[in-house]
């Protein structure tokens, strides 16, 4: 289902793709605003009350072929593959300690070795919590940067958060929006 044939789809398009900082930033990252040259997917992720936190993980892999920022010594030096793909998260609720958040490993997307050192961020206090203030507020996040979503701690609170993710044409996500829509299109006779 193509998303900008949804009423959530021509929102984002009304109103985020039209936006100057959107368009700003999509143009840095990922060298064009215009659907003509990027796509977006929509989702709703949500966890319901009583959910533990989820493993560190990131949504995208580094493709094949492409080069990581490395860890020799003149690594510095080495260039990050492009981005090509941005997620932007929209809760729909506030999000606090009590139902939870997305926490975030700032720069993991750098390495594809990092799998599996997620308990080092968190010792060596490398995370952010994405607790937003109020409604609707947005985290952008590089498709390859490892997060992990906190418990749920509420009685009976489910969190939901929109989930949009903006990609180069040429990439196409499967494993984690799947390829069809849980949207009913109800046509008339």
């Known amino acids: ?3 900008s044939s949804s009423p959530a789809g021509s929102f ?3 109103y985020i793709l039209t936006h100057p900082k ?4 999509l143009q840095q990252t990922l060298g064009s605003a215009s659907l003509e040259h990027i796509d977006f997917d929509i989702s709703v992720v949500y966890s319901r009350p009583g959910a533990v936190h989820q493993g560190w993980h990131a949504d995208g892999d580094h493709q094949k072929g492409a080069i990581d920022a490395g860890w020799q010594s003149d690594g510095w030096k080495t260039r990050l593959a492009n981005v090509y793909a941005l997620c932007l ?3 729909m609720i506030p999000l606090d300690d009590t139902v939870g958040f997305t926490q975030f490993w700032p720069g ?3 390495n594809r070795d990092l799998v ?3 308990k080092v961020a968190e010792l060596s206090q490398a995370t952010w919590d994405g607790k937003c203030a109020a409604a609707g507020d ?3 996040y590089d498709y390859r940067l490892f997060h992990r ?3 749920n701690q509420s009685d009976n609170v489910v969190r939901p958060v929109v989930q949009i993710l903006f990609k180069k044409k040429w990439y196409v996500e499967k494993a984690n929006y799947g390829e069809e829509s849980l949207i009913r299109t109800i046509s008339s006779d």
Not at 22 to 25: P, Q
């Open 89 to 91: 998260f929209i809760p």
């Open 138 to 140: 947005g985290i952008w």
């Open 22 to 25: 959107v368009v700003n930033l």
């Open 116 to 118: 599996g050192f997620g």
């Open 149 to 151: 979503g906190m418990p």
């Open 1 to 3: 289902l193509d998303p």
């Open 12 to 14: 984002v398009e009304q």
């Open 108 to 110: 993991s997307h750098r």
